[in-house]
């Protein structure tokens, strides 16, 4: 159990709709990561926040939205959803000490476009 | 310059045997180079860590090798066992631990 604790963990939905997917990082953890898995494809960077600020961006479309709360979790939220969003989104959390640089990952929530 | 490149895709391994992962990479400003391991249905785990300062780094029966002129580092898993069947992605990050950019991915399966 990596600590990580992202919600729903399964959701299916039809195309035009939105969905917002939450993540509770690890106790402590200030970054909150933000990953996009496609069948058979690797992991790609969608967003970073760090204690609510937005720190880095990477492949997130327009219509992807994110934000980081004051208690730390944060969510994602999926707009005007395209059969071609349909995969597996995981959050990462990490701390800068005492393990620099490790990403722990949640077990990730399915989303389904039909 | 961002990327990642991973090969084999996948690999078929004999249970006993040595799986050998390559990455390569185009950014020098890279500090920290960690393997992930994902077994289906779960999230990524740290696997093993190494710093370009290191050339090797053993934690049981995993060893990273890196390469730093070449920019290349590798994974090689030895006794691989069945259990070790998930799949892996080497990963780079600047500023030691921030903005990581993952390989694609290698599918090992290994044959008991």
């Known amino acids: 159990d990596s600590g990580v604790t992202q919600t729903p963990k399964h959701l299916i939905t039809a195309t035009g709709q939105r969905v917002t997917l939450r993540c509770s990082p690890r106790?402590?953890?200030?970054?909150v990561y933000w990953y996009q898995q496609s069948l058979d494809q690797g992991l790609q960077f969608l967003i970073q926040y760090y204690n609510g600020e937005e720190r880095a961006k990477g492949n997130i479309l327009e219509r992807f939205s994110a934000q980081q709360f004051p208690d730390l979790h944060s969510e994602l939220n999926l707009s005007s959803l395209e059969l071609g969003d349909s995969a597996l989104y995981f959050c990462?959390?990490?701390?800068?000490?005492?393990?620099?640089?490790?990403?722990?990952f949640g077990e990730g929530s399915r989303l389904t476009v039909l | 310059q961002q990327q990642v490149k991973q090969s084999p895709q996948s690999l078929i391994v004999q249970k006993g045997g040595i799986s050998i992962i390559n990455c390569a990479y185009e950014?020098?400003?890279?500090?920290?180079f960690p393997w992930y391991q994902q077994f289906p249905g779960k999230g990524p785990a740290l696997l093993i860590a190494?710093?370009?300062?290191?050339s090797e780094k053993k934690e049981g029966r995993f060893t990273i090798s890196f390469n730093k002129s070449a920019k290349q580092f590798s994974l090689h898993i030895m006794d691989s066992q069945p259990g070790d069947s998930a799949t892996y992605f080497c990963?780079?990050?600047?500023?030691?631990?921030?903005?990581?950019?993952f390989g694609p991915g290698t599918r090992l399966s290994v044959l008991p």
């Open positions: 106790s402590g953890d200030l970054s």
């Open positions: 990963a780079a990050s600047l500023n030691y631990g921030q903005n990581f950019v």
């Open positions: 950014n020098t400003a890279f500090d920290y």
């Open positions: 990462a959390s990490s701390s800068r000490a005492p393990m620099l640089g490790e990403l722990f």
């Open positions: 190494i710093r370009p300062d290191v």
